[in-house]
């Protein structure tokens, strides 16, 4: 089998490691799926998503001094694109941070609005019993 950068094949997982595993393409030939390329989604354990054994479709990203860097994320990317009926996959984890982050800093904003309100509703209600009290014992004068 001729390697090329670009191709999508089939390999046996060999390895795994806290940064990646190892997947045997073809016999002798074994390259690496550093865990930012195994799925679109937030991973903090490969064997969680992978086991020793496993047969999963790669795209190679490139080679470099004999070492093969690989992808299982963006071979499911060709898959989505030459199948319109498979759902999205979770958004990346930096989406979802975003998301997240964007969320808090409203539900903020919206706490110190409801504050804001809280105490200008106070105030001004302080402000009318002045002025009622103010126009009372004014027309008591009178």
């Avoid at 989505?80 to 998301?99: S, V």
């Avoid at 309100?117 to 106070?122: I, L, Q």
């Avoid at 302080?126 to 004014?138: F, P, Q, V």
Wanted: aromatic share 4%.
């Amino acid at each position: 089998m001729q390697l090329e950068i670009g191709a999508v094949t089939e390999g046996k997982v060999t390895g795994i490691t806290k940064f990646g595993a190892f997947v045997e393409i073809e016999k002798g030939v074994t390259g690496l799926v550093h865990i930012s390329e195994i799925s679109q989604s937030y991973i903090d354990d490969i064997s969680k998503v992978l086991k020793i054994g496993d047969i999963v479709k790669v795209k190679i990203l490139s080679c470099e001094n004999k070492k093969l860097s690989l992808s299982i994320k963006k071979s499911q990317e060709n898959i989505k694109q030459n199948n319109e009926d498979i759902k999205d996959e979770k958004k990346p984890f930096k989406e979802q941070k975003k998301e997240k982050e964007k969320e808090d800093a409203n539900s903020a904003f919206e706490d110190m609005l409801a504050k804001f309100k809280k105490n200008s509703e106070e105030k001004m209600s302080d402000i009318r019993k002045n002025l009622d009290g103010k126009r009372s014992s004014y027309s008591k004068k009178r």
